[in-house]
Structures are given as C-alpha cells and as structure tokens.
C-alpha cells in the first residue's frame, strides 16, 4: 500500500512538474494551432542527425538532467525533443536550446533509449542555420561551412577573416594581437591546408542544400 501511495504521489509531482515546465511562468498552457504542425519535420530531423529515433523517446528527463546548460536554454532538451515529435518545427527552430549545446555528449551516454541527442542537437542548428541569417550564432556557423567547404577542414586564420568580414570588421583590431601571439607559438597557421578528399565533401554539402530546399 505504501508502496503504491508513493508511486502515485510521484506521479503527481512528474505530471505537475511537466504542466509547469510547458506552462512557463503564465502559469498557462500554450494552445497550439493544428495547422501550424509539420508531422514530417521530425523526419527531416532524423535524417539530419544520423537516423536518431527521436519517436523512442519516453520523456524521461536524464537529458535535461545531465545537461549543464539546461538552465540557459529556452526549452530543456526533453522538451524540445517533445516539440520535434509534435511537429512544432518553427517553434523548435526558433529556440535557443541547441545554440547552447556544448556537444559534450554527456545526455547521449545516459539517455536510455540510446538517443544520441547531441547528434540531435547538431541537426537543428544546421536546419536552424538557414532561418537566422541576421544572429551572430548563425554568421559562425555560415562562414565554419564555407571554409570546410573550400578546404576539408578548419582553418582558424579564412575563419576568423570570413567572420569579422560579415559581422564586424573592426574585430579583426582587436583579435590582431591575440593572433600574432597564437602565430609566434606555433598555434595559428596563416596558410589553410586542404584534405584530399576535397570533392566528397563538397559532394556532401550539395547533398545537404537539396536536402535543405526541401524544408
Ligand atoms: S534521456 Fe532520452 S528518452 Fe529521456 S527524455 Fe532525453 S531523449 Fe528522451
Ligand atoms: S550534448 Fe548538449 S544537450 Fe547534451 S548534455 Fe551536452 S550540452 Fe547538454
């Protein structure tokens, strides 16, 4: 008997705590217009992060849990893996959640239905990416692309270069002497490298802006 009265009282407090976090702070649920749902969004997601299965997710909260930055972000990632399986795309391309992912894989290795939401988290700043032209965030991650694009691999100075150039080119002022320390110790090369395999990748980016044009 026991038992069972405290498995009901955590089952309150699971439902209660789940009301309150999609309440937010009004205190009142959203109410979501049918219309605005893509029941394909969450295959796109699962294409662009490797075929996780975001539909096993139960909902459990080990992610949320283990993730340091949960207190940052706008939705906890169980959350958001919630709103990918209710077809919420604009709403989950709009958060701010996986900008702050540090990919550091900690919510993957505990999740118990073996998704690998980093993974997860890597898809929605690439579809994101194309929404969210005018963010700082979404400038890095141009310019990160278009210098693997050229050269297979990163190259820290065409990076820098690329980004200051769409941002704020005064930057470049201020990082001068970071970079002539970071250069005078080995750390910084003023040349890029390219990999051999040069063609398979930009291949790989074709593939992904069709797939892109498709959202
Ligand atoms: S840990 Fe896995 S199963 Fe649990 S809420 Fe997160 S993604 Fe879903
Ligand atoms: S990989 Fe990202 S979402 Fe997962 S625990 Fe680390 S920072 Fe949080």
Redesign the pocket.
Known sequence: MAVERREQQEGDLLLQTAVEDYAGSSGQLPVIDEESLDPEFIKLVEVFSGHQHVNACIQCGT?SG????SYKMQQT?RKLMAMIRAGMRDDVLASDTFWY????????ARCPRGIN??EV?YALRHLAAGRRKNTEAAAYYDCFNSVLRSYGRLYESGLLVRLAMKTDPMSLVAYGPLGVKMFLKGKLNLLPERVRALDEIRQLYAIAAEMEEGI
């Open positions: 992610c283990s993730c340091a930055f990632p992912c540090t990919s550091c894989y900690y919510c993957s939401l980093t988290m």
